[in-house]
């Protein structure tokens, strides 16, 4: 059961991480700028709203599996959540330092 609430807190730390860079990256654009990312060029409420969206719903899903789960599995999913997190949110403020260098 604290394993449940210790990945809840780690997934609210990678997301608080990710939503105050994606606004701090959207207050720096002007609206209708297209940021530069190494997928492409892309519109800037996708560029730097897409992968918070994202990994909100999935720590959703992750959450909801995670209240089911006991003994081992329980473990296993609180390394997923934990890791998934930390990934995630260095995933985004990458991508957005890419974005953010290239408009300049």
């Given at each position: 059961?604290?394993?449940?609430?210790?990945?809840?807190?780690?997934?609210?730390?990678?997301?608080?991480?990710?939503?105050?860079?994606?606004?701090?990256?959207?207050?720096?654009?002007?609206p209708g700028e297209k940021l530069v990312l190494p997928i492409g060029e892309i519109?800037?409420?996708?560029?730097?709203?897409?992968?918070?969206?994202?990994?909100?719903?999935?720590?959703?899903?992750?959450?909801?599996?995670?209240?089911?789960?006991?003994?081992?599995?329980?473990?296993?999913?609180?390394?997923?959540?934990?890791?998934?997190?930390?990934?995630?949110?260095?995933?985004?403020?990458?991508?957005?330092?890419?974005?953010?260098?290239?408009?300049?």
């Amino acid at each position: 059961m604290i394993l449940t609430y210790l990945g809840d807190a780690l997934w609210v730390i990678g997301l608080t991480i990710m939503f105050s860079a994606s606004r701090a990256a959207w207050s720096r654009t002007r609206p209708g700028e297209k940021l530069v990312l190494p997928i492409g060029e892309i519109g800037r409420g996708l560029g730097v709203w897409a992968l918070p969206g994202a990994a909100f719903a999935f720590s959703l899903w992750l959450a909801l599996q995670a209240r089911e789960q006991t003994g081992d599995l329980a473990v296993i999913l609180f390394g997923v959540r934990a890791t998934g997190a930390a990934l995630l949110a260095l995933l985004h403020l990458r991508w957005l330092k890419a974005a953010m260098d290239r408009r300049q």
